[in-house]
């Protein structure tokens, strides 16, 4: 047990950290089965709790890939649209689509950041905003903004962990990964409160029934 432990710190407290967490947040911007939160927030864990690795150069390169991937989804969008592939073209995608470019319209910007920490919502957003031409340096400038306190607040909540179990940085590691996914499950449930209130407000006058089902 003992080896595995060790093994696995020295995983983590090697330069290879750095390029893991780049890599996997980039590829969690289109692919959102990709555990780069996890990856973060269990290094930012053990980093508090051992000294390595870094955590400032941890959040500056989870915060490039975050933003490097969101971008390549929103150059996706451009090049393709959102209705090239037949996936693209069923009903959950179409309705994830039509929120997401009903968000872009409405309120653009707070829709951008919000996504970043919403999986799917993040690829459909950026991929929408990308397929309808939303300002390219308003994007851009958007998307550092979300990438940066994305990565921010995965090193923060492991550093937290860390620090409270510093004699055992697994521990700590997932403890902190635990609470990561669960604050983004309030989240996610706060704003789908709030979408449906918005949609039943909103139908009140037109006398149709409002679309419950999740983007």
Request: glycine share 10%; proline share 5%.
């Amino acid at each position: 047990m003992d080896l595995i432990l060790n093994a696995l710190l020295d995983t983590i407290a090697s330069p290879w950290i750095f390029v893991v967490a780049f890599a996997m947040a980039a590829v969690d911007g289109f692919f959102p089965p990709m555990p780069s939160e996890t990856i973060v927030v269990g290094a930012a864990a053990v980093g508090a709790a051992t000294g390595a690795p870094n955590l400032l150069l941890l959040a500056l390169c989870a915060a490039l890939g975050a933003f490097a991937g969101d971008n390549a989804t929103y150059w996706l969008g451009r090049a393709i649209g959102t209705e090239r592939f037949r996936w693209m073209r069923g009903a959950r995608a179409r309705r994830t689509v039509d929120w997401a470019r009903g968000g872009l319209r409405r309120r653009g910007a707070a829709l951008i950041l919000v996504a970043r920490y919403i999986p799917v919502g993040r690829v459909a957003v950026n991929l929408t905003a990308g397929a309808t031409r939303y300002p390219v340096a308003r994007f851009v400038g958007l998307s550092a903004l979300a990438a940066a306190s994305w990565a921010g607040y995965s090193v923060a909540i492991g550093a937290l962990s860390g620090r409270w179990f510093a004699d055992d940085p697994l521990l700590g590691a997932l403890i902190g990964i635990v609470f990561a996914m669960l604050l983004g499950i309030v989240v996610d449930r706060v704003l789908e409160w709030r979408r449906v209130r918005r949609e039943r407000r909103e139908t009140v006058g037109t006398g149709h029934a409002p679309e419950l089902a999740r983007p």
